[in-house]
């Protein structure tokens, strides 16, 4: 997390306009306030229906497995150094059986000993789609040897995802929801300058 106050602050109820209202329908579930990431995009509703379009496609649809997604959206995430999506999918990938030695893990990357081969090719990826937004020959083979062509399509889907979505609540300032505690690897808030 980058900023210690969000730049686009997320709307409260009392300020949505009828069409924001309608957009950020879909992200709102009974007995839970919608997110602040969603309260923020909300500023620009059509962009959010499109957003959670595109992000049910990403987090419901997608070929890979729950736990091979949650490797790609962690790592993609750690690399952006979006302590908001970490901590979010931190709590994901928990729920969906990941332990907490596999998320530490993915801090240190494809090399880290406890990964197996099919895992550390999905990591190394992500390496390499931050670093060059490019996936080499030798990486896309070790990719090969594991998935299918749609898997390793939604593999770079869900890392050009969640790298987009890391700039959007990297540079918005999207802050915590209520009850959440930031990674400290991830907290690159500094108080602005008098």
């Not at 959010?48 to 419901?60: C, E, N, P, Q, V």
């Not at 030798?138 to 990719?143: F, G, I, V």
Request: with cysteine; aromatic share 8%.
């Amino acid at each position: 997390m980058h900023l210690p106050h969000p730049r686009i602050a997320p709307l409260s109820d009392a300020e949505l306009s009828p069409e924001q209202r309608e957009a950020l329908a879909p992200a709102s579930y009974p007995g839970t306030p919608p997110l602040n990431i969603f309260r923020t995009l909300a500023h620009a509703p059509d962009a959010l229906k499109a957003f959670l379009a595109w992000g049910t496609y990403i987090l419901r649809n997608n070929s890979l497995t729950p736990r091979q997604r949650e490797i790609v959206i962690l790592r993609t995430g750690y690399l952006c150094r979006s302590g908001y999506e970490w901590t979010q999918h931190v709590r994901i990938s928990l729920r969906g059986g990941m332990s907490e030695d596999e998320i530490a893990a993915i801090k240190a990357g494809a090399n880290a000993p406890l990964w197996q081969p099919a895992d550390a090719a999905l990591l190394a990826a992500c390496d390499e789609l931050h670093a060059n937004q490019f996936v080499s020959t030798e990486t896309w083979a070790k990719l090969k040897a594991h998935f299918t062509d749609k898997q390793c399509m939604d593999a770079v889907f869900t890392a050009g995802q969640y790298t987009q979505v890391s700039m959007m609540l990297n540079t918005f300032g999207v802050q915590l929801d209520e009850g959440q505690k930031l990674d400290p690897d991830l907290d690159k808030r500094k108080a602005p300058s008098p």
